[in-house]
């Protein structure tokens, strides 16, 4: 089975803890179980949208599919 390709970064991640979150220090455990969970997500939403696309006989996703999917 190939490897899933990583959606968002941990430095993009350590960066938003540190900036929004206020996080002085943050451990590396703590942005791959964000990062898992944020993969994990965005391919729940994603699928959602595809399957909403998809029954309106569109290709393209847009962002009303985006937004019904979360």
Same mark, same amino acid.
């Given at each position: 089975? $190939? ?23 943050? /451990? ?20 959602? $949208? @595809?399957? @909403?696309?998809?029954? $309106? ?10 937004? @019904? /999917?979360?």
């Amino acid at each position: 089975m $190939a490897k899933k390709p990583i959606v968002v970064t941990k430095t993009a991640l350590r960066r938003l803890m540190k900036i929004e979150g206020d996080a002085k220090i943050v /451990s590396a455990d703590a942005i791959d179980a964000l990062q898992e969970y944020l993969q994990e997500k965005a391919i729940e939403i994603t699928k959602k $949208a @595809l399957a @909403l696309a998809k029954h $309106a006989k569109r290709k393209t996703v847009m962002k009303e599919d985006i937004k @019904l /999917s979360i």
